[in-house]
């Protein structure tokens, strides 16, 4: 059976917006750390500006569409965690790397979960969603301006966050399951490729 126009695009269609968004972020930097500045505007663009915290958003939204909305809400409670632990000076040993690794893992709850048929128990979800955000939420905390430009910094580094994540989340949910896994397995691969950066930073 010859396959029409129509279902041929339909099908190409998740590679393709899968390739422009490898691209899109092949443009960026890996890491967009360092002591940040500024107020409202600076915070809502700090979190997409590195590689790494913007893939993280994306499989959050991506594991809370797949298996349960609820783990936005985990989601949100490792952020308020992890960024009051690091703007109080807390941070943990090779922690670019974990969070590179907190986006892989993200990725393959979402894989397992395809996998498998059944999504794992939502206590297990939520606590790795919630810690993979706890980590880069904390190193966002290191990164925080001090004074005045505080509370506005960090309300537009939430708004950023939540504008990536419920985006995400409210898109996939609107398509086909394999989008997301096709996205997931994307996310897995680029977690594992930011991975070599931080890496290769610790062996010199």
Not at 118 to 128: K, Q, S, V
Not at 129 to 134: E, H, S
Not at 191 to 198: D, E, I, K, R, Y
């Amino acid at each position: 059976m010859i396959s029409s126009p129509t279902s041929a695009s339909r099908s190409l269609a998740p590679i393709l917006c899968l390739s422009a968004l490898a691209i899109v972020l092949a443009g960026q930097p890996a890491q967009a750390h360092g002591i940040a500045h500024g107020g409202l505007s600076s915070g809502f663009l700090h979190p997409l500006l590195g590689t790494d915290h913007l893939l993280l958003l994306i499989g959050v939204g991506a594991a809370a569409s797949y298996i349960s909305g609820q783990l936005l809400l985990w989601a949100l409670a490792g952020a308020i965690g992890g960024g009051i632990f690091g703007a109080m000076g807390g941070g943990l040993p090779a922690a670019e790397v974990i969070a590179a690794l907190a986006i892989s893992a993200v990725a393959v709850l979402v894989l397992r979960s395809h996998r498998s048929g059944a999504a794992p128990a939502l206590g297990f979800c939520g606590t790795l969603i919630a810690g993979a955000v706890a980590v880069h939420a904390m190193l966002h905390g290191q990164e925080a301006p001090a004074g005045m430009a505080a509370a506005s910094w960090w309300l537009g580094a939430f708004a950023g966050s939540l504008l990536v994540s419920g985006g995400t989340y409210l898109v996939l949910r609107r398509l086909p399951a394999h989008w997301t896994t096709k996205l997931a397995l994307l996310l897995a691969l680029f977690g594992g490729f930011l991975v070599l950066g931080p890496i290769g930073l610790l062996a010199r």
